[in-house]
């Protein structure tokens, strides 16, 4: 925190009553901190204001100044463009006569067409966070605005400085230089330090930061807002609190996580012989993904199932069971939770529905095995979830009936009961790659998106990361933790309640809050978390990062035998930041020795006249290997055209380009006859080539993978 | 055209070799259309100059005037916010001394925040077009800008008006009032109809019209340039001139389109014997389309083939067919259409490749055949296309195998030639729809996609048309057509080269130049044309379009086992403009009598428990009934859960409730087991309902389907 050199300044305002410092005040704030800010005095008379103007230099604005003068532009208390001492002294002349005016501010008039805007807030769920927007009178109507959660790194900065939409006022600009972005930088990360080091400090407005011809920022109007500090994480979680996630982080002994996913011996509370009940179904899929573990089916009826003795009560197994899965009813869930308690038992999924996302009982109910679980210090997943998978332990708590479940390298982490059910066998039935871990989170009144993505960051089953949250229950831990994971795992995340409507379901669903969509996407952007929107990448993105290594950048090939479909794709490749690169002049002769030269081929490669020539087989083949061989290609996406008539190639061919270049991705897609397209997608998938249904899909998974890429390899 | 008042003016001004006329005459021309401009007077001393300022009411702004004066405002040559006699005399002294300044313009300071931009450019496509936009220094760095090609119709300019990305500027603002739009659209008329009037006007840019509190809009700094005129439609087409389309088409003699797709015979030159050649293929795909008309291969070698007797000239024919189906290499193609000719033949497709898209040769070629063709009056489709399709008329000229083309009600034109090659392949093999036409323009040396157009708008068995172009060969006479189709019929248009990465790959597949896509995209407005991005949204659009009607609007209901599913949904809705209404109390009512209370039924509708207690058929059965009768809903969206375990519910209900409300859409989607899926999307697509295999993709291609629905209703 840096020192409060202003500390006498902002207290003697606040003292006085004052909502905000004087616009002279908030200057000086501003350039305690570093912050460039325009030339300007105060005076008091019309010929002390013409003599500091011409000290500052003509032209100049002359503003009026006083404690009551609100909205000066509106009653005529603003002049601009003064070049004269008698244009000053007749402007001073005037402003003086208005009522509330006892002092003028002389201002240099900044040069300069580019106005942007930044400034600080504090955020409900992530607290202090800086603005950086285009500016003017239109800053809110355009709303092409970024945000970062305060404090602020160079590179967190940098990218907010990159992330507006109108990043082409960054460079040259109607004969002005370009933007000086190194000190814009230091102005948004000087913002941060304000609002780190000034608790009294509720916002700060630079309206406009105006960029001179040679392209440095100065704040020309600046407005520092005065109020009570409004903490960073000032909603806790649940799970907060002593005996909470937050309290056991802290205490550095790691997340404690592996006894859910690694237990050696589980109890089934709620187990049923009635195939079908989920009290049942859950035992079966333990069985059928081959648990080496103890299960311990509890249920008051005694008797066996499945080949297993049912206990009468926890308190008659054998052994505390490192792990239970609670799958009673949502009343009966404080009582069970309570004898796990009593048992010894720190682990507990609860799979029931029906608590705070449904009413006030339920909330109370919910309220119970909090104070349960913290008091018996037990972690606890759910409730409100379909369970979770392990399959490097061969485990699960999923009472939807999955069967086995394929082990894989890729972990998800959903805020949502269906992951778990539907989505899971839609994955075990559509796809063909595996998972490591998964989670539904549930209501988590306990383990949260922070405490798993912490479990993951160290797993070595887990490559990679897909997440589906709708809030955030930690929202600047999830930052912090997030903003070291994603340089070792890509971590993908698909935040919705992003719109208006989105919202209105949110809230239906969960108990949650939505946050506010612009902050959210600010503080993934700093935590390099790549943001998706479509539920299907949830799926697309999960196979492409379990069959494929991340590309090393953005720039990609394809081939077609369409002309037509490679305008379109480019189109798209434009739209989601993909590179279409010249490529060598070696790789273009290798590509036009496999195609009669009424075909030019380029990047992207018109493949029709080659495959006629060669065969569909070489003709991609080849293609293909001039742009792995090219130093300018990072990935290639080819169009398989799959028919009988044009001949239909093997597998192989892709299967083992895909060895030979393990660094470049190939991800596939097809045109033709349908009924092939199923059967070689089949067998190249199970072969651990990915494939797409649609030819746009590849090219929206790159823009993911590339992401990933760049998030892993972004400044510290 | 309007009477051209100002014409002196604007002659003297080009006599006097002025490139635009002064700020001062600017704004009288534009007064004379009806725009309105701030309050202004010239002046030529201080005194004067103070005078009028004192009439016009303070503050005003003082600007030098003189023909060598240019940009003003870094020469010091502006002063804003002058509030007094004494300010404007010590400004106008000084302006007065500026080299090159010869008079003072007095300009009332129009107060308001808001600043669009306005002007008319001549484009190198479409003639006179007008924009409209967000104005102000950063016009150009913000692009948010329209266009519309001139003359526009006042629905056209509302349009426009309501097509920039920040239309909330639109609204009230700042406790300024919403913009008076009827007084914009009256604006944007009027800088249309100057276009028209004054051909010597090359451009005009009125930047920025401000917008006065109360919400009228007033011309602040206005730029009339002079120059030559460029014609609205300056690139002639091929099929210009005499004998072309354009001539046909001005002597009101129809399209004359007919025999193309209704021959009652037809000659193939280059058929062939041998399988798999094109023009083997192409006698195959004629009668495994049952084509009851007559088919005369023609090969110097004669014989027979398939059953036909092969004539070895086309002289030798025993009549004149009504069309050509040339299957020949380029270089023979201008010999053998000049052998049509010499029989009569009125109507040819010539399939080959290799002309101006490859090289100066083919171009050469391509031209002999222009020059054939409008010596002889036939009508050509292509060259470098797969051919056409007509299942109205059992025929095709596709040289790929198809097979038997499924007959429906939706009609393609593409400028591509794998239209009828692997993509109508696809279609035919992983869709379940017809078509009724569909054209590869390929080249387009004389059918072009404003003949094609006009064809499908008075053809019975066409009900809606889907388009794939690179670029317009008659722009101008595609948005004559289009605006008017597109009230009865839905026209749906992936335009690609919408990027530079996409022109690129444009340039390199047809010998077109892709148009400047802003230009595109306003001229597709006002033609009521809807746009389309994906590829894959070719096939899916043209699926929906077969499939239903056209919703009545954007209002959508959606149910899924899944609130999770349903948040992203939401989002995804609101980013395409679809809405999710509230719904009637009364429907509230049937849902929640579905479902146990711990969910609270809305929409969208998360239909997972009433699945468990109603069985899944009766769920969703309810669900969507309930929805299908209220009014405030447009189109419903089940995403069906399809597992064995929930129990597979039958087809007949989806099929039942598609024909008892045929005026709402049913677009399904789904989860669960893939396979399951599969059975059951084969299953109701044979019965006729659309099914999509993404969830996103029903609202999507929903999005689309009201966009028609609104372009068919729009104002006059």
């Known amino acids: 925190m840096k020192e409060r ?122 607290g202090p966070c800086v603005m950086f927007g285009v500016g003017g009178t239109l800053t809110e109507a355009l709303g092409d605005a970024v945000f970062g959660v305060a404090p602020l790194s160079d590179a967190d900065a940098a990218g907010m400085v990159q992330g507006i939409r109108s990043r082409k006022l960054l460079g040259p600009f109607r004969g002005q230089a370009a933007v000086d972005t190194a000190a814009l930088v230091r102005i948004l990360v000087a913002l941060g330090e304000i609002a780190m080091s000034y608790p009294e400090v509720a916002q700060i407005d630079v309206n406009p930061l105006k960029i001179r011809g040679d392209g440095a920022p100065v704040a020309v109007d600046a407005l520092v807002v005065l109020g009570q500090d409004r903490p960073g994480e000032p909603t806790p979680a649940l799970g907060d609190g002593p005996g909470g996630v937050a309290a056991r982080l802290s205490a550095g002994s790691g997340t404690g996580l592996a006894p859910l996913f690694e237990p050696a011996s589980v109890a089934v509370i709620g187990a049923s012989s009635v195939a079908g009940k989920p009290g049942n179904e859950v035992i079966r899929n333990i069985q059928a993904n081959g648990y080496p573990g103890r299960v311990y089916p509890v249920n008051p009826r005694g008797g066996e199932l499945l080949g297993l003795t049912v206990y009468e009560s926890l308190a008659a197994l054998p052994e505390t069971p490192d792990l239970a899965i609670i799958i009673v009813p949502a009343e009966h869930c404080p009582g069970v939770l309570q004898e796990c308690a009593d048992k010894g038992i720190k682990h507990a999924v609860i799979l029931a529905g029906g608590f705070a996302e449904v009413d006030e009982t339920g909330a109370g109910v919910q309220a119970q095995l909090v104070r349960i679980a913290r008091e018996n210090g037990i972690q606890v997943v759910g409730p409100n979830t379909g369970g979770h998978i392990s399959t490097p332990n061969s485990f699960t708590s999923a009472f939807f009936p999955l069967g086995r479940v394929r082990p894989g390298r890729v972990s998800y982490v959903a805020q949502t009961g269906n992951f778990c059910t539907h989505t899971m066998r839609y994955i075990l039935t559509a796809e063909h790659f595996g998972v490591a871990r998964v989670v539904g989170l549930g209501n988590a009144i306990d383990v949260d998106e922070s405490e798993m993505l912490e479990y993951l960051a160290s797993d070595d089953a887990t490559e990679s990361v897909v997440m589906y949250l709708e809030s955030f229950k930690r929202p600047r831990r999830f930052l912090e933790l997030a903003r070291e994971v994603t340089r070792i795992k890509p971590v993908v995340l698909l935040k919705s309640g992003s719109s208006e409507a989105g919202r209105h379901a949110a809230v239906a669903h969960t108990a949650a809050l939505a946050a506010e969509d612009r902050v959210v996407d600010g503080m993934l952007r700093q935590a ?33 035998p369409s002309g037509a479909m490679l305008v379109v794709l480019s189109d798209l490749a434009s739209r989601l930041g993909l590179e279409l690169p010249e490529v060598e002049e070696s790789t273009l002769r290798r590509l036009q020795e496999l195609s009669p030269p009424y075909i030019r081929m380029r990047n992207p490669v018109d493949i029709w006249a080659a495959t006629l020539a060669r065969g569909v087989e070489a003709g991609y083949r080849e293609g293909m290997r001039a742009m792995l061989d090219d130093p300018n290609i990072d990935a290639v996406v080819p169009i398989l055209l799959l028919t009988e008539e044009t001949g239909m190639p093997s597998t192989d061919f892709i299967v083992e380009l895909a060895q030979e270049y393990p660094d470049k991705p190939i991800l596939v897609a097809f045109t033709g006859d349908k009924r092939r397209i199923d059967e070689y997608r089949e067998d190249l998938e199970t072969r651990g080539v990915s494939t797409f249904p649609e030819i746009e899909q590849p090219l929206e998974v790159l823009a993911i993978l590339s992401k990933c890429r760049r998030a892993m390899e972004r400044p510290l």
């Not at 908030?26 to 305690?32: C, D, F, G, Q, W």
């Not at 404690?67 to 007749?90: F, M, N, P, Q, W």
Request: proline fraction near 3%.
């Open 5 to 126: 050199g202003s500390l006498d300044l902002v207290q003697s305002s606040l003292a006085r009553g004052q909502a905000s410092l004087s616009e002279h005040d908030s200057a000086r704030i501003l350039e305690e901190f570093g912050v460039p800010v325009g030339r300007h005095a105060l005076a008091s008379d019309p010929e002390s204001a013409s003599a500091v103007a011409a000290g500052l230099g003509f032209p100049v604005a002359l503003k009026g100044s006083g404690a009551g003068l609100a909205h000066k532009s509106d009653i005529g208390a603003v002049v601009l463009g003064l070049r004269s001492t008698a244009e000053v002294e007749a402007a001073a002349e005037r402003l003086l006569s208005i009522e509330g005016c006892d002092a003028l501010l002389v201002q240099e008039m900044v040069a300069g067409d580019r106005e942007f805007v930044c400034g600080m807030v504090r955020d409900h769920q992530f």
């Open 528 to 560: 390099g978390v790549v943001r998706i929107w479509d539920y299907t990448h949830l799926i697309l993105a999960g196979k492409a990062l379990s069959m494929t290594r991340l590309p090393r950048g953005n720039r990609i090939s394809m081939l077609a």
